[in-house]
Nanobody
Framework: QVHLAESGGGSVQAGGSLSLSCAVS????????MAWFRQAPGKGREWVAR????????YYSNSVKGRFTVSRDNAENTVHLHMNSLKSEDTGAYYC????????????????WGQGTQVTVSA
C-alpha cells in the first residue's frame, strides 16, 4: 500500500515563497507516476505538476509554470514542491498523489492521495 504524507504548508504574504514535501512509502517498484494537485475554497481540484517519481520531465500547469518547481530526493523517497512568487489565487489545500498508471494521473484520478496541506497566501 502506497502512503503519501505532505508537510510544509502554512501562511505567507503574496510574493513570498513556500516549499511543500511529500514523503512516499510502500512502493513496490522503483518508480510510480505522481502529481501535485490543489483545491481552492469552493472550487474543484486542479492539477499543478505531474511527473515520474524518480526521473524524467516534470510538467507544470500554465497557472504555476515559471513560479513552481518540483524536485526529487530519491534517497529519501520524497518529492518537494517549491513555490515562489506566490499569489492569493495560489491559496488552497495542496495534495500529492500517485498511481502506477500515468493515464490516471492525466485524468486526475490517481489511486493514492496524501492527506493534504494548507497553503494560505495573503494579499
Amino acid at each position: 500500500q502506497v502512503h503519501l504524507a505532505e508537510s510544509g504548508g502554512g501562511s505567507v504574504q503574496a510574493g513570498g515563497s513556500l516549499s511543500l514535501s511529500c514523503a512516499v512509502s510502500g512502493l513496490t517498484s522503483s518508480t510510480i507516476f505522481m502529481a501535485w494537485f490543489r483545491q481552492a475554497p469552493g472550487k474543484g481540484r486542479e492539477w499543478v505538476a505531474r511527473f515520474k517519481s524518480d526521473e524524467g520531465t516534470i510538467y507544470y500547469s500554465n497557472s504555476v509554470k515559471g513560479r513552481f518547481t518540483v524536485s526529487r530526493d530519491n534517497a529519501e523517497n520524497t518529492v518537494h514542491l517549491h513555490m515562489n512568487s506566490l499569489k492569493s489565487e495560489d491559496t488552497g489545500a495542496y495534495y500529492c498523489a500517485a498511481d502506477p498508471l500515468y493515464e490516471h494521473i492525466l485524468t486526475s484520478s490517481p489511486q493514492y492521495w496524501g492527506q493534504g496541506t494548507q497553503v494560505t497566501v495573503s494579499a
